[in-house]
């Protein structure tokens, strides 16, 4: 069994590994931590875990020591200080917070305002999205396990992109996400009465994942790719949709594109490319670790619109840190995520 | 007071009519009429109106007689006798239904596979959307009350369009609308338990209110414009944002953005542009008339990203329908509309 | 026009009296308060009255100086000061807490632990349910509007008891009330993830809500009525339904019971005496100040049920406040109030 | 690994048997029927379940010759053939509907108007209610699986019943469920703008489960148990919540209480009870095979206040038919049900 430590398990995130793993039958959580809630237990927070998880928050000294694979769901900044401490003492870390995801320290200055301490660490961070980068994370020590948004973006995109059928410049990713993607912090915009039934976008082209997408676009294009990113808040718990717009470089049949999609995608179990006519939608992934895909033409303007959804707190977090932790330990990548998403 | 009659009644396009007619001081309903309900009550159907409108369905031809505006809300095909029917009995006509929209009868054939019966109705009926057109609509005789989406869309890009600043192709309009846009008729998909959590785009890229947008679009434009146009189905009652993205033509400041749209939109009540940072919002305008607009520039992108949020079934169907009526009747345009949107 | 001053007017309760008085035809607002907002506009806090009003708040001695009727949203133990204010400079007091509605200042300390500093005020203050204390109403100058719950219940009891058909023990008040009803302030357990999708009791049998009951049954009943009282907090925004169960003291059919409910709220326009078959439901008076009322006979128990369903905001609330207003100024009592329910 | 067959697949009961056994680790589904969808996909009537499960829906007959056990999810009055057949073949029969669950042929003749064409299975058939009846589980052909509101109440209303503490005259359970309940079929007032943001009761004190509770509470009673039972519709898609009110026999300290609860479920896996101050919510036992209950006092009524909520589809449907498939078969009875209720 793997001896599984989780630091700030009473965020969202946190409590999502909590449950993933708690059923994961080759991994056993040994030690959880919260700044919060430290010395409570992690079913007086979420009281669903009640009987089944009751275990008590320590602190990220303790979690570290008594672990051999540390996932950490912080708020950047708090990251790199405890990276070290799990490099130094030859653990495993996989960081569900933003201070490893981005290659370019200038980009990290700009969009988070903050530096980059240990850079070695940063170098042989490797960023955990494994339909692409599965080779890189065997063998890593240190995950950068992408954002909600950013990986439902770019699974959406980078076939199309990799095959050099859409343009670098010009394309738009709208996406909307279920409310868990704000934390379980407080805030009247979240408060229950002025959320339900309402809807708008927030931090419109101005989003930090922004240069994360960009990123993982750009290492399938032969040139720089910039986007426009603007998410929206749904009024559901779960789940990102990302509807994606790319110009076409040319003419293309619908049976061109996805054969490019099918071929790209070959033996991902977590990747469902959806028949014609069909729609991706969040109601079919919550809950699970699957990212179901989309695609559309629009012969009139010359456009490939291709949609992904999938569950923002699994396959966009805890779901896709375990899926990590399975590669780099050796583990069948669907172990402990093989989920039958609810019907309803 | 005005006589009105509604066709169609029971219908929620219909029903929201008479919720908004019925407070409305200088008009009154005669008659009602509905095919699925004749003879019964329309508080039979739509409890919430119990003691407030108890009126009995009739068919649709002792309303038109009763009547001296008649409003249809019908499904396309069906309102060309009824436009017929009423202009030749002198009764002002205005169709919430798709049939005389579209000034191209090659559009109409090609995206609802319908003919124009009557070409000279068809030629004398005016697109009822008054913050551009409302000089024409004083004399109407037919009015065509504009889609939802239709509405939406184009109150968000029309002043950029106007005045040159964005580009007439590669337009794309996100738009995404609460469920009674779907209407009363029973489908699995507005089953309860299979909408609710869930998000999904929908006819995408072929939705017929595809060439409306443009039609209204083009009206401003120097070229034929072309839209990319994805509409999605949100877990809400009411309401449609539409996030709209158009290349920028040459560079812009915010505030010469703001000053467009303010000059554009001048002295109109019901368009409220917010202010910079603020974000439009469905929450907002449900169950008002209002329609609120938030301006934003993507600078990196060189794009401009103007969001427009409005209740799908007041701004989008029956409250513009009766600002229509306003407009016509000479009376003040916001009679009957000065609803404040409820804070939650 | 009746000048309005509203205390506390950023909470959800004064929010929803903005709101209602901006459209009343006889009354205007000419000052509003706040503690947290003083200073800035209401439409920066609720951005659905951007255009329609944005008065700043100003502090409370203001609104009482400014104003001929003051209605205070505040938390209980702020009322009473600001009632002895408003007395002695001959103002109309209409207070939306909790302060004044228990007669027994024994109860007071009980439930609510303070203490009742101007006695006289308590004495002259009437309780403003004006279904059944219109009369004391008309010359009131301190007015305990009921809170929300309190409205409810005992407008589905009433009738019965006043007619002796049910016990004075062993009712139950079932309540389920909309997450309005706690509030604008933050909490975890109205964060929209957490409530979302759930369900659940809360002050089991220990509500402060239960002695005004009490009150208010007992009046009508020859002997001190029990009850036992359970809220419940639904996932919607607005309203309560109360599910209420009575032993019945002796065999009745269902044409007597609602003839004895027809007597009773014979020419009440707010009440709504649903036709046997149907059932009060909140979706049906949302946004409005109509109580919808659906009679049972559970015959092989011989028990009463009798549900009754409000806006918790309005005639839970705001909108009785206005009711009361409108009693004490002579008006028609509908004045400003006759809003139909949208039916979605 | 135990043959499953399903019948009745595409409703949500047997939807939810799909989902649950898909992963159960000793048994397989090996064929599934539908007569809605025969010639299907499962997979294409939910969208879920692509490429996990595509069975195709097969008859009844297939269905019954293929496995070992057999789940059937039918409307009442279809089982009794099906469960002949099966008893003939020497299968094990689960029927989660109600054919089989009044032991009473005169209840069953009053409250479903039908038949019992086998008497000698309704003889045999065991009520599946684990918690209460596991011994006689043991050795069952025929397993009468409760219904969602029959497992809930008398969860959290027996073993107070049988400590003889409470009255078997003037219980009232006040039950909430959630849309799943009302099934698949499309009806107006599951039409999601009908019934979001609405509540309300249905049914009340004449709904089928009625007989069925009293049953079973009366096998804990030495005399009949009468109810009042009202059932209400919650607008969220999973979970019951059974508040249930019992007049006290004598007094009794919460201590006192809280012991007879825990000695009667101790060692019951799938009963939570939850801490004093702690309320059961729908929340928190979602997606899973748990009950959560709460207990209260109200000393001034002398009243027992018992709260229990369920997943309807799960503990009050399909997971509580695979626990009694294991007990029959041998297995632990948690297998393939220890499921960890998600946070949010």
Chains 1, 2, 3, 4 share one sequence.
Not at 177 to 205: C, D, I, M
Request: with cysteine; aromatic share 10%.
């Amino acid at each position: 069994m793997i001896k599984v430590g989780i630091i700030g398990a009473t965020g969202y995130a946190g409590a999502e590994l909590v449950r993933l793993i708690t059923t994961h039958p080759q991994a056993e959580i040994v030690a959880i931590s919260s700044v919060s809630f430290e010395g409570q237990k992690i079913s007086d927070v979420y009281r669903s875990y009640v009987n089944i998880n009751e275990m008590i928050c320590e602190n990220a000294d303790d979690v570290v020591e008594k672990a051999e694979v540390i996932f950490a769901a912080l708020p950047h900044g708090l990251s790199q200080e405890l990276a070290k401490k799990c490099y130094d003492n030859d653990k495993v870390f996989i960081d569900l917070g933003a201070d490893f995801r981005l290659k370019s320290e200038e980009e990290y200055k700009e969009w988070y305002k903050g530096e980059y301490v240990h850079k070695e660490l940063h170098d042989m961070a490797v960023y955990g999205l494994p339909e692409f980068y599965r080779d890189k994370i065997k063998g890593a020590k240190i995950i950068a396990n992408p954002g909600c948004y950013t990986t439902c973006s770019p699974l959406a995109l980078v076939p199309a992109l990799n095959a050099g059928v859409i343009d670098t410049k010009g394309i738009i990713c709208d996406c909307k996400s279920g409310v868990t993607g704000a934390g379980r912090s407080l805030s009247q915009g979240n408060h229950y009465p002025e959320l339900n039934e309402g809807f708008h976008p927030y931090k419109v082209a101005c989003h930090r994942h922004t240069p994360e997408i960009e990123q993982t676009l750009t290492s399938f294009a032969d040139e720089k790719v910039t986007i426009t990113f603007v998410p929206h808040l749904l009024p559901v718990n779960r789940g990102i949709l990302a509807t994606c717009y790319a110009p076409l470089k040319k003419d293309i049949t619908m049976e061109e594109l996805r054969k490019i999609y099918q071929d790209f995608y070959k033996g991902e179990y977590f990747i469902r490319l959806l028949d014609d006519g069909q729609v991706a939608d969040i109601h079919n992934v919550k809950y699970s670790n699957f990212c179901d895909i989309s695609l559309h033409l629009d012969k009139r303007a010359n456009l490939l619109v291709a949609v992904a959804a999938i569950d923002n707190m699994v396959k966009g977090a805890a779901g896709q840190a375990i899926q990590n932790m399975n590669i780099i330990f050796g583990l069948d990548e669907k172990t402990g995520l093989e989920i039958v998403p609810p019907a309803f």
